[in-house]
């Protein structure tokens, strides 16, 4: 089992940047997928991005891609999420997730949660 804690979020103006991490228990990390999703009041939850366990594939939502940057250090059994340009249409709950089942995209194939962090992009 794997216990997700996210940090980073915060209240940052339009066009400013985070930093995002998830930091995860566990001695096995590299083996888990790492996805980030969020969610914002009266919507469904949607994913931002995944990246595979060693790190040599990412994918992206296209409302975000070029903007926001996947990447993790299984050393530290951490997984980050850079965003950068933020909009306010970003405001969300961000989570991150682990799954080591099948499937890359779709939030049911994930098993683990955190417990989320906020973020709010000011106008």
């Known amino acids: 089992q794997v216990q997700l804690v996210e940090s980073g979020g915060g209240l940052v103006q339009v066009g400013g940047s985070l930093r995002l991490s998830c930091a995860a228990s566990g001695r096995t990390f590299s083996t888990y997928r790492m996805g980030w999703f969020r969610q914002a009041p009266g919507k469904e939850r949607e994913v931002v991005a995944v990246i595979s366990g060693s790190g040599d594939r990412t994918s992206y939502a296209d409302s975000v891609k070029g903007r926001v940057t996947i990447s993790r250090d299984n050393a530290k059994n951490t997984v980050y999420l850079q965003m950068n340009s933020l909009k306010p249409e970003d405001t969300a709950v961000y989570y991150c997730?682990?799954?080591?089942?099948?499937?890359?995209?779709?939030?049911?194939?994930?098993?683990?949660w955190g417990q989320g962090t906020q973020v709010t992009v000011s106008s």
């Open positions: 997730a682990a799954s080591l089942g099948v499937g890359w995209w779709a939030a049911s194939g994930y098993e683990y």
